[in-house]
């Protein structure tokens, strides 16, 4: 089945340990977004790739670090710099590129960080 | 940039009553406005959605309408259903670039 693939489900870190969540579409969408949600906060933009090999900084990109070397993946650490880094974290991916900015987001099931 | 706000963040209506949640953003070249709606513990789904050369669109019975001008866009759900609770979202996108920002969402409940 087509979709996109985020783990672990649940992770748990102590302090000043980086972390890093997966993220795997097989839906051959362009891009790809990174988005935290916490509680009355809503979902807000990490980081953000449109293409393979780049990648722009969303609302929250403090503390946070992406790479994106294949299409169908886009991983996301979770450094010790992120103050506040206990949230539910989503992927998502959209299948028009750079050209069109416009269409449907797919998300994953989510991956709950917890910081011990 | 675009910055967009929702309204309640929580509500309440009887089965059956019709339930209406308000978005508004801030930047005028913003033209396109999903509605995604999130059950727990699962990633949101995309509901409906409104490009900004039309003020309306409706399916079934969810419809979405949009002032350009105002510059807000709400979604109307009518004839609840108790399969209608769950979290629901608004957001905006504009051809600045391909940021997608989301308001902060709206807990509706369905009262039997």
Known sequence: DGGITQSP???FRKEGQNVTLSC????????MYWYRQDPGQGLRLIYYSQIVND???GDIAEGYSVSREKKESFPLTVTSAQKNPTAFYLCASKGQGKAANTGELFFGEGSRLTVL | GENVEQHPSTLSVQEGDSAVIKCTYSDSAS?????????LGKGPQLIIDI??????KKD??????????????SLHITETQPEDSAVYFCAATSPRDDKIIFGKGTRLHILP
């Open chain 1, 9 to 11: 489900k649940y992770l």
């Open chain 1, 24 to 31: 795997e579409q097989n839906l051959n969408h362009d891009a």
């Open chain 1, 55 to 57: 990648f722009q900084k």
């Open chain 2, 31 to 39: 033209n396109y406005f999903p509605w995604y709606k999130q059950e």
């Open chain 2, 51 to 56: 490009r900004s050369n039309v003020g309306e």
């Open chain 2, 60 to 73: 079934q019975r969810i419809a979405v309408t949009l002032n350009k001008t105002a510059k807000h866009f």
